[in-house]
């Protein structure tokens, strides 16, 4: 089993970020920053296919796990990104048993999927693919997403498929789909991701979410949730530019103020 894997199972407090800037030095400088791992996210940015690939090939070089979050449920686009060697698959808005259970048969080879076998990147273009297909089915991490209300309903369902490693929990999507937007919705909003979180625990599943800010990782921690998707590096660059605009006109003013 990998490391990423067995942190993951293990509830071992993790965090990462997604990588939304498609180029390779975006993720060297990420990656040596020290996250804990990577989410590419094909389904909100421009990242294409073939890029994906240069990125994995990025976080590989400093050693740091990385996931995609793919596009939908499609199994070409699952095994696309596996083949291309990411370290696991984030599936969006599985909303019920029947959806996790094909996100299952799209990560896995069989015999606990239908995983196509392929030369990508992964097995060394077909060079070692005995040695990766013993080995993929214990080392990918399958996350998938509940993030709607039906999936919400259907908690129980879902974190009881074998096969899934983590739940991991989109609150903006969520706060749309339950009408629990904004701070009048918080209360609404926080009670579903404590149901979500409490059901997976007791199905021995582990469970991820989406942060803006670190703010409130400690109190998530608290409630059982180990997997920290934090901000996204877009976010972080704009965060860390406006502080940084915002302090220099500080001191200008400052030093205006000293003139006079």
């Known amino acids: 089993m990998s490391d990423f894997r067995r942190n993951c199972i293990e509830r071992r407090l993790i965090v990462g970020t997604f990588a939304a800037i498609p180029h ?11 996250v804990d791992f990577l989410c590419i ?9 073939e890029r994906i690939e240069d990125l994995i090939r990025a976080a590989d070089l400093h050693r740091v796990p ?14 696309a990104v ?4 990411a370290a696991g698959v ?34 060394a273009y077909g060079y070692r693919i005995p040695d990766y297909l013993a080995k993929a089915n214990a080392e990918l991490v399958l996350a998938i997403q ?7 309903a259907n908690v129980a369902d879902i974190a009881a498929v074998d ?13 749309v789909s339950i009408d629990a937007i904004g701070p009048a919705g918080k209360e609404k909003l926080d009670a579903a991701i404590r149901t979500i979180t409490e059901t997976a625990l007791s199905a021995d599943r582990a469970v991820g979410i989406f942060r803006p800010s670190p703010d ?12 920290f998707l934090l901000a996204s590096d877009t976010m972080f660059l704009g965060a860390g530019m406006a502080a940084g605009i915002v302090g220099a006109k500080k001191h200008q003013s400052t030093s205006e103020a000293k003139e006079k």
């Open 41 to 49: 996210d094909w389904e909100h940015s421009q990242i294409g296919r």
């Open 146 to 152: 509940v993030e709607t209300a039906e999936g919400l």
């Open 66 to 79: 990385a996931m995609v979050r793919v596009p939908g449920h499609a199994a070409e686009d699952i095994a």
């Open 163 to 175: 096969g899934v490693d983590l739940i991991f929990i989109g609150p903006g999507d969520l706060s």
């Open 216 to 227: 409130d990782v400690g109190a998530w921690s608290q409630a059982g949730i180990s997997f």
């Open 24 to 34: 390779p030095v975006a993720i060297e400088v990420t990656a040596a920053a020290g």
């Open 90 to 123: 984030l599936v969006p808005r599985i909303s019920t048993a029947e959806q996790a259970r094909a996100a299952v048969q799209a990560t896995r080879y069989p015999p606990l999927g239908a995983r196509g076998v392929g030369p990508g990147r992964a097995a």
């Open 82 to 85: 596996l083949d291309a060697g």
